[in-house]
Each structure stands twice: as C-alpha cells, then as structure tokens.
C-alpha cells in the first residue's frame, strides 16, 4: 500500500507533537526534580520559571504539543501534577515512527 501525501503529513505531525509533549514532559520533570544530581538541579530554576511564568516560547511549545498552557501552568502552581503518574505515561511503549 503506497500512503498518500496527507497521511505522510498526518504522521510527521504527530510525531512533531510528540516531541513537543517529550519537551514539556521533561521540563516538568525537571521542575519537579528532588533529587541531588547537580545537572538536574541546575536546570530546575529555569523549568521552573518557564512553566510558571508562561510566556510565549512556552505557550508555542504548548500549542505545538496540544497542550493547554494555561491548564498546564495552573495545574503546575498548584501542585496537581503527579511526578509519579507522568513517569508511568513516560514508560508507555509508544510505536516507533519511521523517519
């Protein structure tokens, strides 16, 4: 089966928007960090801020994931988000996307 040019499209969007949502995911993770690796701990602060503050490279990178940036800062400052649950959907064997 020959795919069309709209599902080649289809495809490297979604795969766009899955390295969007890996960038979020990270920097939440990185934001959340409470570990003692020092590489880590040097980018906290500015996961931080950049989820906080939610200016417009992180509203883009939002909207380019699918995300809802304000949903996601507000849920983020009030401490809805679950480092544990975000770690299992990191886990999740996704299907390969060839490039």
């Known amino acids: 089966m020959i795919n069309s040019p709209n599902q080649d499209a289809d495809g490297e ?3 766009e928007q899955r390295l ?6 990270q920097a939440v993770f990185d934001a ?3 570990g003692n690796n020092r590489d880590i701990l040097n980018e906290k ?5 950049w989820i906080k503050y939610a200016r417009e490279d992180f ?3 939002c909207s380019l994931a699918g995300m ?4 996601l ?3 983020y400052v009030a401490g809805r988000i679950d ?16 490039v």
């Open 13 to 15: 969007q979604i795969a």
């Open 20 to 25: 969007w949502q890996a960038v979020i995911l």
């Open 32 to 34: 959340t960090y409470e």
């Open 45 to 49: 602060p500015r996961a931080d801020v």
């Open 59 to 61: 509203r883009t990178a």
């Open 68 to 71: 809802d940036a304000d949903a």
């Open 73 to 75: 800062r507000e849920a």
């Open 83 to 98: 480092r544990v649950v975000l770690k299992d959907s990191r886990d999740v064997k996704r299907p390969k996307v060839a």
